[in-house]
């Protein structure tokens, strides 16, 4: 069973800061990539960072600056640490990750890969 857990979320004042985390039970880290998402009311969920196998990261123009993603050494946890934080900030944050899947039914592409599975995500909230 795939499963991705989010912690970290809250609420900050603009110019803040949120780590946020996501640890991946029963294996299932992605060997291809890990990534976070956001999604606000209205709008479609969309990419904020991802990490790949090998280091490499990606950054939506948006964020970049201010959030760095990380994992660790033994790639079952995932980290998204969030510097001046905006209230365009606001959103359900998601962790997501790439398998080997037929199904494309859910999936985002995001840094060159397809993400098709997801955690059930925490709320952050910026105040200006």
């Known amino acids: 069973q795939v499963q991705l857990v989010e912690s970290g979320g809250g609420s900050v004042q603009s110019g803040g800061s949120l780590r946020l985390s996501c640890i991946a039970s029963?294996?299932?880290?992605?060997?291809?990539?890990m990534g976070w998402f956001r999604q606000t009311p209205g709008k479609e969920r969309e990419g904020v960072a991802s990490?790949?196998?090998?280091?490499?990261?990606y950054y939506a123009n948006s964020v970049k600056g201010r959030f760095t993603i990380s994992q660790n050494s033994s790639k079952d946890t995932l980290y998204l640490q969030m510097n001046s934080l905006k209230p365009e900030d606001t959103a359900i944050y998601y962790c997501?990750?790439?398998?080997?899947?037929?199904?494309?039914?859910?999936?985002?592409?995001?840094?060159?890969?397809?993400?098709?599975?997801w955690g059930q995500g925490t709320q952050v909230t910026v105040s200006s």
């Open positions: 997501a990750g790439v398998r080997n899947s037929r199904d494309t039914r859910g999936s985002i592409l995001f840094g060159g890969w397809l993400f098709n599975y």
């Open positions: 990490i790949d196998a090998d280091g490499t990261t």
């Open positions: 029963g294996n299932t880290y992605s060997k291809y990539s």
